[in-house]
């Protein structure tokens, strides 16, 4: 049994590095544009929010590192979120031929997903890490707290791929629903703007926000590194199991019609 799991996912990274080969193969820059777009994304979101509008970030105990680094911590945890959340939705439709005629779980196509757009979210971690490392705030310890914050919220972030995977070829509204809540949620999440800039009769509202318990946490082990937010991550942990135990009880109930369907 457990062989039979990891083949299984050799065979999703197997797919993802397929999909993304395949992704970049007709472009001039190829896999530069990993690399390049949060680095513009960066450019952009620190001129519109730090320059033009004045965004000061102020964290906790009043520390002070800039705006651009903190704002690119939790702009790297949006667009893998967004990534995973928007091609996951139509998945099993595009991957109609795989639904159909291959003998191995769909499950993997939902994985190999996450992974492909964990590779370059992997980079801007990086990134991240190094830049920490210039402005003299990277810790060991937030490093390895980081990395904990991570594997919990990739867990996450497959279990809401799963749930989205699952209903996608019944609902066909969908993808305009999961379209209009990505660009919520962007503003809905302290990604441009610290938590202390929120009134705190209104904070609540963004710690209803899942996101948020994947980038204050990582935020704060990253820049400052703390190795809090175990409430945060608990709570993360808590709202991936209920969406895994309700994916997998959803595709156990219809799997068998969903080569029908797709």
């Not at 705190?200 to 082990?221: C, D, G, H």
């Not at 608990?234 to 068998?256: D, E, K, P, Q």
Request: proline residues 5%; charged residues 10%.
């Amino acid at each position: 049994m457990l062989a039979k799991k990891i083949e299984y996912l050799m065979l999703a990274l197997d797919l993802a590095i397929r999909d993304l080969q395949s992704s970049t193969k007709r472009t001039v820059l190829g896999y530069v544009w990993i690399l390049l777009t949060p680095l513009l994304l960066l450019g952009v979101y620190t001129l519109v929010f730090g320059v033009f509008l004045g965004v000061k970030w102020n964290g906790p105990d009043g520390l002070h590192v800039g705006y651009a680094l903190p704002m690119f911590i939790g702009l790297v945890v949006y667009l893998f979120f967004s990534d995973v959340v928007s091609s996951s939705t139509p998945l099993l439709v595009s991957k109609r031929t795989y639904v159909v005629k291959s003998a191995f779980p769909v499950w993997v196509l939902i994985l190999s997903n996450v992974i492909r757009a964990g590779i370059p979210f992997s980079v801007s971690y990086l990134l991240v890490v190094i830049f920490c490392a210039v402005a003299g705030v990277l810790s060991v310890s937030g490093v390895i707290h980081s990395m904990l914050i991570v594997m919990v919220c990739t867990v996450f972030f497959f279990s809401v791929a799963l749930l989205l995977a699952v209903i996608g070829p019944f609902l066909g509204d969908l993808s305009h629903i999961v379209r209009l809540a990505l660009r919520v949620l962007f503003y809905a999440s302290p990604v441009t703007y610290p938590m202390l800039s929120v009134p705190e009769k209104y904070q609540f509202l963004i710690w209803m926000n899942p996101l948020t318990s994947v980038i204050e946490p990582f935020r704060n082990a990253l820049i400052y590194g703390n190795s809090g937010g175990g409430v945060e991550v608990l709570f993360l942990a808590g709202v991936t199991l209920l969406l895994l135990v309700t994916g997998f009880w959803i595709f156990s109930r219809v799997r068998g019609v969903l080569s029908d369907v797709v």
